[in-house]
């Protein structure tokens, strides 16, 4: 081999790659902090290296997708072992026998171990990149978890690239096997000793076998175009990276790192006033407004279209696809590279420049690339726009439910919630738009403490006749009971809140509730965008809670809402208000295990459970619903194929859906709706009341109201146990 060669390759190529490290990081830090990362608070680098174990190194989201997934897996161990083979032969470029001073040799017993793995990897990435070739040529990208739902749209990225990127991997293996093949005639040939099989390279030596007639030279051709193929196509596919959509392999680990370890809560705004007096951003209105890890976020995408797949909005037809979304704001960012470094005084630059400057080339994403402003904005020298309407469509932004299943399978932890909510909080609090509907909810909240803008002095009106005390008369409470908008303005949730509460007096729980003290918890103000009036709210709720001494973690709050479950529950920390809530169903289910409540009456039929996406994937209550159902004598649990646990599809509701108009004629809840009831279940059990105002009205677009019940968990829990008083079990269960 070449020392001079092996030179020139290594530093030409490794130069390249720093300056293009050195671009991609610059663009980076346009971005700004990310506030949720703090490597000084507890375990939080404990947790961070746990997820990069599990979801780089473990692979973990992965297997979601049979084939494509298991290639990915295969393709990923040959790149981990491989690496450092490939040092290796950049070391034989100085030394031809160079081996990690004997460690590597085959004449050790390590040596051979990962010879063995070695070629067994290259094997892997081998039959990996032939499956990949299947799905994109034969199959046209379809690879979906669900081919009846999803499974013949196309979401994958296709085109020439992925399969120049294949190819290089594909030949790389071979080149790797021809190197050893060549490498161990030679070596059989300079001792005079039979060549023959060897376990620990398998497929090197049966190349060896199959060439050992060659002639001296047409060996050592083999050899050297196996080595220099492998060693120097490493580094070049390493440049060829950071600017292709594989740019995944070298940012997922950050990436990883950098997660939202609460993708649960949404981005505290701090000083809210001060930033309007300084007109700085309330939100996320240019790409100068994305976090550090956002901007990673982009570099990562896979563009797999796993997100594509499990998203309702997009099922459902509506212009949110995420994958497109981050697609759009990477070609964005990357397209605004040259007016932000790109030149000396861009004082010179005429005021007037189009915006049509920095609108991406790349129009694969019509639903994203939205025709440039008329006027440009400026950042330090560089010409940038609003993302909304310029880059994203509005309609984008507002189609999210934040349901969470892009985020659930997106397997490079890409984060889309908090990227729409910033966009909807420049849009609500800055520019005041939105849509309409919205501004009923948010006038109601405001005055009265609920979106339905219903009199607070109606709020305990639901508890008439069943003798609950107000928290005011009974501090001492051990349990609040946190009813809820939902469940103590709607008619037919008010039905859940006696349900439950009559569980509780059963089960002899001294509880209370706050009555007119209680408001609402701001969660469709904050997930509509609207951050001013929710924390409002929340501090005026943490203001109630603390002053009743719930913040001590000695009593605890149970709710019958996700939403509220999820707000007082994880989101309150941030504003002094730290409390043990609980949600109903772990609540109840937690009863039954202790033999407080106890089921005694059959409750014949099949039942579906449709998963609440604020219980589920934001805080993964799977089990204790299912738990409570399988306790009810007769009940026989069936699950939607698929489409249950964290793959359940949203009921719509989510992110203020449930007070704004559905975008296009497919409904997502009516799409919900119609896989519960294939299952052939008599009764839909749900566990969220929003949820089950939405599934009610896809049951009547369905036309199946009158055949299918959709039912709380706690109403079915009251119609299998014994009360004193059977006039209230029957009320309870109408």
Known sequence: MSPIAMTLVLVSTLAFF??????????????????????????????????????????????????????????????VVLLLN???????????????????????????????VKEIAAALAIVGCCVFWYIRLVRHGRDSGDPKESGNRTRMTLGTEANIILGIIFTMMIADYLYVGGHLVLEHRA??????????????????????????????????????????????????????????ILTVVPNVFAYQRRPQVLPKVDDLEGKVEREESLGINRITDLTYSHILDLYTCTECGRCSDNCPAYITDKKLSPKHFTLALRNHLYSTEKEMFGHKDMAERPADAAASDIVPSDQSVPLHAHPPGPEGAYFEG???????????????????????????????????????????REQVMIKNEFPPELQGAFNGMETNGNPWNVSAMDRADWASGLDIPMLSDHKDAEVLYWVGCAASFDDRAKKIARSVARLLKKAGIDFAILGTEETCTGD????????????????????????????????????????????VGKEYADFGGAYDVVHHTDFLNGLLVAGKLKPTKRVDGKVTYHDSCYLGRH???????????????GVELVEVPYWNRNQGLCCGAGGAQFWMEEQGEKRV??????????????????????????????????????????????????????FEDEQQAEEAAE
């Not at 309609?395 to 997106?410: H, K, L, P, Q, S």
């Open 18 to 79: 720093s300056w293009s490290v050195f671009r991609r990081t610059r663009q980076v830090l346009v971005g700004v902090p990310d506030p949720e990362f703090d490597l000084k608070r507890p375990g939080e680098l404990r947790d961070r290296i746990r997820a990069v174990l599990v979801y780089v190194f473990g692979q973990r989201k992965m297997p979601y997708y049979r084939m494509a997934g298991i290639a990915h897996i295969g393709i990923f161990i040959a790149f």
């Open 524 to 567: 469709p103000a904050r997930r509509a965008g609207n951050e001013y009036l929710f924390q409002m709210l929340a501090e005026q709720n943490v203001e109630t809670l603390n002053g009743y001494g719930y913040n001590d973690h000695k009593r605890t709050i149970i709710t019958a809402c996700p939403h509220c479950f999820n707000t």
């Open 619 to 633: 805080n993964q209550i799977y089990d204790s619903p299912r738990e409570i159902l399988e306790a009810i004598e």
């Open 191 to 248: 001792t005079g000793a039979a060549l023959g099989w060897h376990w620990y390279e398998p497929f090197g030596s049966a190349i060896g076998l199959a060439i050992q007639d060659l002639g001296m030279t047409q060996v050592k051709v083999v050899e050297h175009v196996g080595f220099w193929w492998h060693a120097s196509f490493v580094l070049i596919f390493l440049n060829i990276l950071p600017y292709t959509k594989h740019f995944h």
């Open 382 to 424: 560089g010409q940038v726009v609003d993302l909304v309407p310029n880059i994203v469509h509005p309609d984008v932004i507002w189609a999210c439910t934040t349901c969470r299943a892009c985020e659930e399978f997106c397997p490079v932890m890409i984060t889309y919630v908090d990227k729409f909510v910033g966009m909807r």
């Open 86 to 116: 490939s040092i290796m032969l950049w070391g034989r470029g100085y030394h031809p026998e160079f081996d990690f001073w004997g460690l590597l040799s085959t004449h050790h017993w390590f040596g051979q171990i990962y010879s063995f």
């Open 669 to 722: 809840n009516v799409k919900r709706t119609r896989q519960l009831v294939e299952t052939g279940a008599s009764t839909i059990a749900s566990a969220c009341p929003f949820c089950m105002t939405m599934l009610t009205d896809g049951l009547k677009a369905e036309d199946k109201d009158e055949d299918v019940a959709q039912l709380d968990v706690a109403e079915l829990l009251v119609q299998a146990i014994e």
